[in-house]
């Protein structure tokens, strides 16, 4: 059984940055994704960003590109997602997933994830 924990959550104003992280224990095989998710209140789950391995290749929501980075330290069995230029919009709580599985292109779907986190709030102040 994978568990995943999040960190790095908190208070952020417009235009700052923010960084979350996630641990995960227990080996994942084969190929898989991890990714952010994120709900706001009174709002559906929906996907922020992911990244594929073995391939490393990384997907974004729209409202997210080109202000949210996300990566993989294997090694480490850690994922972060770095999110510059805040907006009031992006306040949620951010939840690390895991889709095993995932395939290049599949859209990462809450129902079809395998392993989900606790959350982390993030909070974006105008």
């Known amino acids: 059984q994978v568990q995943l924990v999040e960190s790095g959550g908190g208070l952020g104003q417009a235009g700052g940055s923010l960084r979350l992280s996630c641990a995960a224990s227990?080996?994942?095989?084969?190929?898989?994704?991890m990714g952010w998710f994120r709900q706001a209140p009174g709002n559906e789950r929906e996907f922020v960003a992911a990244i594929s391995w073995p391939r490393s290749n990384t997907y974004y929501t729209d409202s997210v590109k080109g202000r949210f980075t996300i990566s993989r330290d294997h090694a480490k069995n850690t994922m972060a997602l770095l999110m510059n230029s805040l907006k009031p919009g992006d306040t949620a709580v951010y939840y690390c997933?895991?889709?095993?599985?995932?395939?290049?292109?599949?859209?990462?779907?809450?129902?079809?994830?395998?392993?989900w986190g606790k959350g982390t709030l993030v909070t974006v102040s105008s």
């Open positions: 997933a895991v889709d095993r599985a995932f395939y290049e292109g599949k859209p990462l779907d809450p129902a079809a994830i395998s392993y």
């Open positions: 227990g080996r994942i095989l084969g190929n898989y994704a």
